[in-house]
């Protein structure tokens, strides 16, 4: 464990520190020593500083050297040409490359969420209109079992009717044998009473012929 921390600790060696949370160049690292303290091991970086950077003339003179104690988790990146430190209050950028891909990843559900949430939303759409069609059918069959249970009624009625129809025919029938029979009675009583009417007439005459001593007539 101890070399793998020294030979990391020998990569750093001949590159400039930059501070990211301060924003400048800290030096120019010449040794490095490794230290440990309990279970924490740190780095004792030996570096010039570098002075009028960017400033007037002879810019980047490297003055005196000066010592920096850094945590392993301090650092951020390490290039080919300088280190970048974060203080512990920056991620390094292995971390950073993760929460962009969670990020990116995180973004990507979110657009999947926001896409079924519009199929959902249609969806509802969708089953409002279903739905608001299925009661109007509910209705519309409703309609055709009043209907129906209407028709039920009538074609009772109906079978009802021709039975008292039929009936009716029989009974018509049965009257038309009636009058026929009443007819034949009324001939036969008409006869009869023409002919009794007859002798009765005849015997008034006769009668009164006699009376008078006349002959007796016929009728013809």
């Excluded at 009717?161 to 029979?181: C, N, P, S, V």
Aim: proline letters at 2%.
């Amino acid at each position: 464990m101890v070399e793998a921390t020294e030979a990391k600790a020998n990569q750093l060696i001949n590159k400039f520190v930059i501070s990211l949370t301060e924003g400048r160049i800290l030096g120019y690292i010449t040794d490095i020593n490794v230290e440990v303290e309990g279970d924490q091991f740190y780095f004792i970086l030996k570096m010039k500083l570098v002075e009028n950077l960017g400033k007037g003339t002879h810019p980047g003179m490297f003055s005196n050297e000066k010592k920096l104690k850094i945590r392993p988790q301090d650092i951020v990146n390490v290039g080919p040409d300088v280190i970048i430190l974060g203080n512990g209050k920056v991620p390094p950028l292995r971390e950073i490359e993760r929460l962009s891909q969670i990020a990116e990843e995180y973004n990507s559900l979110v657009r999947e969420l926001e896409t079924k949430e519009r199929l959902i939303e249609k969806l509802k759409e969708e089953n409002y209109e279903l739905n608001k069609k299925l009661d109007e059918l509910q209705h519309e069959l409703r309609k055709f079992q009043v209907m129906k249970e209407d028709f039920e009624h009538l074609k009772e009625q109906l079978v009802r009717q021709e039975g008292q129809l039929e009936m009716a025919r029989e009974y018509i029938k049965l009257l038309e044998g009636l009058r026929h029979d009443i007819d034949k009675i009324k001939d036969d009583v008409d006869k009869l009473l023409q002919g009794q009417l007859e002798e009765v007439v005849r015997g008034i005459i006769n009668e009164e012929l006699n009376a008078r001593g006349l002959k007796k007539t016929s009728f013809i």
